[in-house]
């Protein structure tokens, strides 16, 4: 039985993996990529801390986590797609009409 | 002693594509990094007995999820590929903030009191019935239930007007660039 | 509870090296006389007709958005089909509202033409 302060380390490294590319990475899809990334490792954090107190809430949390990630993704690409074809980039720093 | 090999084998695994995944500039390689990512989250899934979620994940996020970003890294891309540099100017800011996260995170763990406390697994037989009736029973999560079914209408809806162009749908399609060449 | 997967890693490992032994075979067995048409990307036999990462109509992704949103509702549906018996009334009745707020989401796309093929 692999402890679960292992699981917490490894959804705590992937985190901080999406954390950063979705501040350093200037492409819009990579940084959706990377907010999956935290989503999933928040999951881990989720079913680890489940099993760990034999408590099924947690996993019940991870499915609508993952419901909510799939609306998300749904209405963000969409989203994405359209931005691209009146700027024609994909890039976060071109997206700048409601800057002051 | 197995599920140590097992776990080690796939967090490496893990960390690997989801760095493949946040910096390789071919947007179709740091997809299938994701998908890596995201199969051995099932995988672990499995080795913490939840075997329900195990397979939502692989049906929701590499069925459907991973399939929708292909198309959209498809539909936006350019011929003459001229990106610039792929990392925003201010990233120096940006690796000091994570890294304090990371340190943050890690203290936080280390200093844990429940951290090396034996797991009380729920290996229950019933698993998928427990979790179903979690989910629907009167006393369980019935509104969150209802509520995400409202969650993906007002997605679907909403997907559907931005991805129609922002227009009713019914009648001719806005027609777009892709559409004529196709 | 991990020897259950026994048949399964063991079925892995086999797919895998039977699929590379296949591969090595080939190239370590059989002659290799390259020439510019064996050289180009399989087509069903056919000469491929542009880019392989050519941009794609925007349709496909219009269907798998569809299908990602009725995907979840599957899934959604999957726990409750295993207790539905023993929730009586109630649990139906649930699935049905359920059903029915996801179903006025069907009817938009479908009413709205979404689901045409043009």
Redesign the interface.
Known sequence: MVPTSFYIFLAALLFTIGAVAVLVRRNTLIIYMAVELMLNSANLAFVAFARQFGDISGQLFVFFVITIAAAEVAVGLALIVTIFHTKHSVDIDAMHELKG | M???W??ALV?LL??LA??V???NRN??R??MG?VL??FG?AV???????Y??AV??V???I???A???V?????????GDA??????RA?A???V??GG??VG??FW?AH?P??????????DPQY???????????DG??I???V?????????????Y?????R????P?PQ????K?? | MLWQYVPIAIMLVLSMGLAALIVALGHLVGPSRPTHRKMIPYESGMVPIGPGMRRQPIRFYRIAMLFLLFDIEVVFLLPWAVVSRKLGLFGFIEALIFIAILLVGYLYAWKGGALEWE
């Open positions: 197995v599920a140590y097992i776990f967090s893990m960390v989801a760095l995944a946040v910096t947007l179709v740091a997809t994701l990512v995201l989250n672990l899934f499995v080795l913490l007995e939840a329900f979620l939502a994940q049906i929701i996020y069925g459907a999820i399939i929708l970003i198309f959209a890294i498809m539909l936006t891309r350019h011929v990106w610039g540099p792929a990392f925003h990233w800011w940006a690796v903030v994570a996260l990371a995170l890690l763990i844990w429940a951290a090396d406390g034996k797991a009380k697994s729920p290996v998928t019935k427990l979790l179903g009736k979690a989910l629907v029973a009167p999560y019935v969150p239930f209802e995400a079914s409202a969650l993906l209408l007002a997605a679907l809806i909403g997907a559907i931005v991805a129609w162009g922002g009713r749908v019914k009648g399609y777009r660039s892709e559409e060449e196709a």
